[in-house]
Structures are given as structure tokens and as C-alpha cells.
T-cell receptor, first 112, second 121 residues
């Protein structure tokens, strides 16, 4: 059971837009920056969003991030078949006075 | 160019201690703000953060695994070592070495390709 809650799967047609939610609490998302990772089949994850809404160089602006309260959202527009992957959100959790990084359970994106 | 490469035994037996080495290039763990973490992923399951070591030798561990983990660094060799004691078949996973930079990203911005560790009973 992950500390951050993501939907197991989402799907949309090529060219369409999809959003992936990540729900947490005040001990994690509510008070810490969220990052998002894309894991293509058989490969290591890749950072696609950091500091809630910033994109590393090389990540297309079709990918966007936002946060409100204790929830974060990843948006992908102009879907391509190459976007089919598993997406993870993550952030620090500061319960129990420590620093503990937590990931969501991951969301599989299918581009129909 | 930042690269990280994990190395370790592909197979360990239950109750043994796993030692993983991360050899990296393109940055230094003596540079303020640089950190290295270990993250694992059991087959078909989600990512799980294990530990982090910082440029100033601060160390952080997963709350659920901290009694079994030890992370250390050798800055002269650009290496980070993770030891995990009392291995169990449930620890079978891909283990990733990952750079975490406090600035600018505050995220895991470079990942190794991972090394698959299988624990036999």
C-alpha cells in the first residue's frame, strides 16, 4: 500500500490529453515538492517533472505538472504511442520526524 | 555527462548480506547539493526508495528498512556502497543507483540502468 495514491491505469486516444492524479497528505505532498517519473517498458525511470511543475531540459512541453493542497497532477497533451509507459509521482514524507522518500503505486498509460 | 552504474552479485541466498556498488561519473559527491540514493523495484511492482547519502555525509534510510541498511561513500573512487542484511526472497528486485540533486531539481535526475538481484531460499 503506497503512501501516495495513483490510479492504476489511464487511457486515451492518440492526440488527446490525459491527466494522472497523485494524492497524499500534509506530511508529504502538502509541504514538499513533487516530481514525476516516466518508466518506459524494460527501462529505468526518467525524471519528467520536478518542483511540482518544472520540466528538465529535453522534456517536451506536452508534459505538465501542477499541485493543489495535498494532490498533484501530471498532464500529457498530444498523446503519442511512445508515451505508453508507467508514471510515478514521488516526494519526501516527513512523518515521524524523519526524511523518507515515497512513491506512488504507479499509473500505466495506454494510448489506444 | 552524468552516468551511474550498479554492480553486485546477481544471486544471493536468504539470510546473506547484499553489497551493491554504484560507480558514477560526471559529478562529484564532494560538491554541495549532490546526493546518491538507492531505489528498488520488485518485478511488476512499484518503485521503493531505500537510502540516500549526501555530499556532507548525511545519511537517510527508508523507515521500513533502516535496521537492515547501511550506505557509505568513497569520494576518491566516485563510489557509493549499499549493504542490506538478512536478505529474503521478497527482496528480489531491480536495484537502481540514482543521483539526487538538492539544486536545481530536488529530484532523482539521473538513473543507472539497474541491476537485478535475485534472492534464493
Amino acid at each position: 500500500q503506497s503512501v501516495l495514491t495513483q490510479p492504476p491505469s489511464v487511457s486515451a486516444a492518440p492526440g488527446q490529453k490525459v491527466t494522472i492524479s497523485c494524492s497524499g497528505s500534509s506530511s508529504n505532498i502538502g509541504n514538499n515538492y513533487v516530481s514525476w517519473y516516466q518508466q518506459l517498458p524494460g527501462t529505468a525511470p526518467q525524471l519528467i517533472i520536478f518542483d511540482d511543475d518544472k520540466r528538465p531540459s529535453g522534456i517536451p512541453d506536452r508534459f505538465s505538472g501542477s499541485k493543489s493542497g495535498t494532490s498533484a497532477t501530471l498532464g500529457i497533451t498530444g498523446l503519442q504511442t511512445g508515451d505508453e509507459a508507467k508514471y510515478y509521482c514521488g516526494t519526501w514524507d516527513t512523518r515521524l520526524g524523519g526524511l523518507n522518500w515515497v512513491f506512488g503505486g504507479g499509473t500505466s498509460l495506454t494510448v489506444l | 555527462q552524468v552516468t551511474l552504474r550498479e554492480s553486485g552479485p546477481a544471486l544471493v541466498k536468504a539470510t546473506e548480506t547484499l553489497t551493491l556498488t554504484c560507480t558514477f561519473s560526471g559529478f562529484s559527491l564532494t560538491t554541495s547539493g549532490m546526493c546518491v540514493s538507492w531505489i528498488r523495484q520488485p518485478p511488476g511492482k512499484a518503485l521503493e526508495w531505500l537510502a540516500r547519502i549526501d555530499w556532507d555525509d548525511d545519511k537517510y534510510y527508508s523507515l521500513s528498512l533502516k535496521t537492515r541498511l547501511n550506505i557509505s561513500k568513497d569520494t576518491s573512487k566516485n563510489q557509493v556502497v549499499l549493504m542490506m542484511t538478512d536478505m529474503d526472497p521478497a527482496d528480489t528486485a531491480m536495484y537502481y543507483c540514482v543521483r539526487f540533486s538538492v539544486s536545481p531539481t530536488k529530484a532523482f535526475d539521473h538513473w543507472g540502468q539497474g541491476t537485478l538481484i535475485t534472492v534464493s531460499s
